[in-house]
C-alpha cells in the first residue's frame, strides 16, 4: 500500500526567508503580495469578536465552494471590505461548528461560544446557500437548496475596470437579509 503526500507545511519564517532569499525576482513580488495580503487580513480578524456556534439539534452547518464568505447586515450600499461595520464573516469549522467573525464594541480577548438551534442552523444554511456558487456539501438531506442554487450566487462579486491610464477593482455586493 502506497502512503499519500506528506503535507505541506509553511511558517511565517519560511515564507519571510523565500522572500529574501529567492532569486526569483518574479516569485518574490508574487509572494510578498499574498504575504503582506495576509498579514493585513490576519490583523483584521485579531480585532474582530469571534464566535463559535454550535449546532444543538438535528441539523449540521453545511460547506460549499465558497466556505468563508461575508455577508453585509445593514445594506447593499458602499464598499465591500472587512472594515465595514456591518460585515460578518462566515466560516464553517465542522458539521456541528461555525465561526462568524464581527465588529462589535466592548469586545473582549476571548472567544465567545453559542448554541445554536435547528432552526438558527437552518437560517445559517440557507444564507450560506445563497452564497454558493456551485456546490454546496453536507452529511442531510439538501433538497430545500436545490431552488435557492439556481439563481446568481449572493457572494460579493468582484472584478477590474480600466480607468484613466491603470485599473480599479469594482465590487458589487448583493445584500441577503436574514
Known sequence: MQAGPEPVRVSIDVLRAELTESPDVTKKKELAVL???ACTIAEIYRHMKWTVHYATGEKSFVTSDCPVFSIYIASNKGYAGLMRADVEVRFPLSRNALLTLTHERGFSESIKISNWTDQDVAKANR???AHATTLLLSGQDLSWA??????PSRNVRTWVEPEGKGYRTK???RYTPE
Open 146 to 151: 436545490a431552488e435557492t442554487m439556481k439563481g
Open 127 to 129: 444564507t450560506h446557500a
Open 35 to 37: 504575504f503582506s495580503t
Open 171 to 173: 465590487t458589487e455586493i
